[in-house]
């Protein structure tokens, strides 16, 4: 079958798409055909060795949808021909992937795998941070960094959905509006960011900042912070933040710093479930949608990291075998 692997870690001329082993399931594990691949800031992460995912050569990717192929022993969670989702250390740029059966989540039947493939890894990052790692609720304000990205615009529509008021950040007037279409107040763009948000807040800041740009962002969102407000830096795409003196969170007003992770957010079955069954929930009933911005073909896995690393993408990417 055709994968995408790394044999080096570098830029995205290092993703090779060429011929890989068929998976075969293992115990307690299935194989799934993949029908799409999300593309994530966390498979550059790996891929340029920020984020060691495993020895060197192996299949890139966090997140698929598809079909259930076969099943290994003692798998009853999912049979052959169940439709699924995943997100998995690496691995799910390929036309098939192993998965660990209790790590798949039951995709319904009116939802598009593709749709699927987008919300999972992304929809679960949007809800954990807004209804667990800070939970949003009327009153409260909140500050969404790449607002017209993946992650953002989820975010901006489920803190609208708990009712708290969104001042979200974007690069250029065209994000601009998708994140006004997702629910934001306040629209603002990067240059001083950090004084438009006293100004919007009379001077005392937001209870919390949800910010994934990191290096050239994150003394500024601290500033963004009324007392005991928190900062959840989920991510860090410009680059990872420099060291902190703690005595900088008590100056701020006894602030919060976390630095949250998707995985320690879904620890068993039940979590899983329950964060993806809400999103399905809502996207069927129409209270949330996702942006799917880009569509590529498996063997163009280089231009997919291109657009998504210099920012040239809004929405979801995704990867099509």
Known sequence: MKAVRVHEHGGPEVLRYEEVPDPRPAAGTAVVEVKASGVNFIDIYHRTGQYPAASLPYVVGTEAAGIVREVGEGVSAVRPGDRV??????????????????????????????????????????HYLALSTYPLRAGVRCVVHAAAGGVGLLLCQIARRQGAEVIAITSTPEKAELARAAGANQVIGYDGFDLQVRALTAGRGVEV?????????????????????????????????????????????????????????????????????????????????????LELPLAEAREAHRRLGGRDTTGKVLLIP
């Open 85 to 126: 989702a995943c997100f998995a250390p690496v691995g799910t740029y390929a036309e098939a992937i192993a998965v660990p059966a209790d790590r798949l989540v039951p995709v319904p039947p009116q939802l598009d795998l593709r749709v699927a493939a987008a919300l999972l890894l992304q929809g679960m990052t949007a």
């Open 209 to 293: 900042v949800y910010d994934s740009v990191g290096k050239t962002t994150f003394e500024a969102s601290l500033r963004c912070l009324a007392p005991r407000g928190m900062l959840a830096l989920y991510g860090q795409a410009s680059g990872a933040v420099p060291p902190l003196d703690p005595q900088v969170l008590a100056r701020g007003g006894s602030l919060y710093l976390t630095r949250p992770v998707l995985g320690h957010y879904v620890l068993d079955r039940a979590e899983l479930l329950a964060r993806a069954d809400d999103l399905f929930r809502w996207i069927l009933e129409g209270s949330l949608s996702v942006r799917i911005g």
